[in-house]
């Protein structure tokens, strides 16, 4: 199915097989246009995308539809002084000494636990048995919730996210992510409630503990931050792991570069978030009308702004469609931060406030993978590709190693 302006439709089989022939036609051709399919318009370009995150008249409301049926209201969908104390309450586990002494054991014995499972087969596939995992067990187990439901936290997980990539509005998957979302509840809220009256050493109880200026979260406020931490941290993590793996598998000189040298490892995984995004899409709600590079935008419509495309933005990055982690516009040192260059991890005041932890949990997966896997390279007979529209990377990723010693 190809679209009025003559590249494949953003819902077609032709867009999904490979969005990026359609993003470099959209860059040049289309930048902003109307998408009647998905009620929005569709933005690419790395100056429109990156100021509809910074720009405060690009609002959050979207998320009252598109995640609180089956998250909760949550600090997406918050702004203002409202949305700085809920950040506030939350952001200090995810940063610096909290962050290194508290959660990088965790995150060091999940990753041990699960290369541990292959590392002596010579044989794994790094979606299925690593990083689909991965995140979402260290998130399990930095709340303190019991490792025995590591499981049904992963199912939980596949359903939010299968509900939050329904752009087509499957009837059916949409029934399971309010399913999820009312067993997560069941679940959850018991738990919290029991962690306010003998709080523990936990990410739990420190958000039912923590207060800024006398305000405290209430039990729905945790469930839905637990909702979204499942989604937001488990995602990005996981495809991003797969991806730096694809990525380094079909550019062996980098590999080579990287194995030697394993500081590497970050560059590797901020040039995965510029070229191939876990996320290639994210909504924004302009408050009035507001004037971008390539037309206007009507107040209170639905701006779907397209990261694939605006992270190979040739306006901004030389030679975008090569992956190349020695790259010179793309500085490590900010890459997870609010001043990053890619916008993997949105802008502004809705930066993911758990970049440094995806940071931590990819350095100590591919520098874990990487020891166990010394020659690691796809299986015969394999070609790794990404999937996906609103999320995408790698569904699968069979490899061959011989098993350290």
């Not at 306010?196 to 207060?211: H, I, K």
């Not at 488990?234 to 991003?240: F, I, M, P, Q, V």
């Not at 260059?341 to 802008?347: D, I, P, Q, T």
Request: aromatic share 8%; proline share 6%.
């Amino acid at each position: 199915m190809t679209s009025v302006h003559g590249f494949p439709d953003l819902l077609s089989p032709e867009f999904a097989e490979d969005p990026y022939p359609a993003y470099r036609a959209m860059l040049d051709e289309a930048p902003l246009y109307w998408h009647e399919a998905t009620q929005s318009h569709i933005v690419s370009r790395y100056e429109d995308v990156s100021r509809a995150f910074k720009d405060p008249v690009f609002t959050t409301e979207n998320y009252g539809w598109q995640l609180e049926p089956v998250h909760g209201r949550t600090i997406l969908q918050m702004s203002g002084r409202e949305h700085a104390v809920r950040r506030a309450l939350v952001a200090p586990a995810f940063r610096g000494k909290e962050l290194e002494e508290r959660f990088r054991p965790v995150i060091e014995r999940n990753s041990a636990e699960l290369v541990d499972r292959f590392r002596h087969k010579g044989e794994a596939d790094l979606v299925k048995d690593f990083a689909r995992r991965f995140p979402i067990n260290v998130i399990v187990d930095m709340l303190g919730l019991d490792r025995a439901d590591h499981d049904r936290f992963q199912g939980w997980y596949s359903s939010i996210i299968a509900f939050l990539s329904n752009l087509a509005q499957d009837p059916d998957i949409a029934a399971d992510g309010i399913r999820t979302r009312d067993e997560l509840a069941a679940y959850m809220i018991p738990i919290i409630r029991e962690r306010r009256d003998a709080p523990g050493d936990d990410l739990l109880s420190q958000l039912c503990t923590a207060e800024v200026d006398g305000t405290v979260m209430s039990d729905e406020d945790i469930k839905a931050f637990v909702s979204l931490l499942l989604a937001a941290g488990g995602e990005t993590t996981d495809k991003a792991i797969a991806a730096v793996f694809r990525n380094l598998m079909a550019h062996p000189e980098q590999m080579e570069a990287v194995r030697a040298d394993r500081s590497l490892v970050t560059r590797a995984f901020a040039e995965t978030l510029r070229h191939t995004p876990p996320v290639h899409m994210i909504m924004r709600q302009p408050a009035e009308d507001v004037e971008l590079s390539t037309g206007t935008v009507p107040a209170g419509s639905t701006l779907t702004c397209l990261i694939g495309a605006a992270n190979r933005d040739p306006r901004r990055f030389a030679d975008p469609d090569r992956f190349d982690i020695f790259r010179d516009d793309l500085p490590t040192e900010t890459a997870f931060s609010a001043a990053a260059h890619h916008l993997s991890f949105a802008l502004g005041r809705h930066f993911c406030v758990g970049a440094l932890l995806a940071k931590s949990e990819v350095e100590v997966g591919v520098n874990d993978l990487l020891d166990a896997m010394p020659d690691v390279r796809v299986a015969d007979g394999h070609e790794p590709k990404e999937e996906g529209l609103f999320t995408r990377g790698p569904l699968t990723l069979p490899v061959v190693f011989t098993p350290a010693g």
